[in-house]
C-alpha cells in the first residue's frame, strides 16, 4: 500500500478544544498512523500546532477527519503531499 507524509497546521480554538484529548483519541483509533510534532503554541484559548503524519494514504486521512471531526481545524502547510 502507498504511503505518504502529510504537513498540516491543527488548530484547537477554543478552551474546549485546547482541554480535549484530540490526539489521543485519534492515536486510538489510528494507530498506525504516526506522528510528529514539529511546532506548538498553545495558552489556555487556543493552541496551534505544525505536526507531520506519516502513513497508508486513507489512514492519513482518516486519522486527520477524526481530527476536524472533533471540532480541529486541519490545513495543509503545504499543498504537495509526499507519496513514496
Known amino acids: 500500500m502507498p504511503t505518504t507524509k502529510k504537513r498540516v497546521w491543527l488548530t484547537f480554538g477554543n478552551k474546549g478544544l485546547v482541554e480535549t484529548p484530540a490526539l489521543w483519541r485519534m492515536t486510538s ?23 507531520v503524519f506519516e502513513g497508508q494514504i486513507e489512514r492519513v486521512e482518516a486519522a486527520l477527519q477524526c481530527l ?6 486541519v490545513e ?9
Not at 483509533?29 to 505536526?51: C, L, N, Y
Not at 476536524?68 to 481545524?73: C, H, N, S
Not at 495543509?76 to 513514496?84: A, R, S, T, V, Y
Open 68 to 73: 476536524a471531526d472533533q471540532g480541529v481545524t
Open 29 to 51: 483509533k489510528f494507530p498506525d498512523v504516526t506522528f510528529d510534532i514539529r511546532q506548538a503554541s498553545v495558552t489556555a484559548e487556543i493552541g496551534i500546532m505544525a505536526v
Open 76 to 84: 495543509p502547510i503545504e499543498k504537495n503531499i509526499l507519496e513514496g
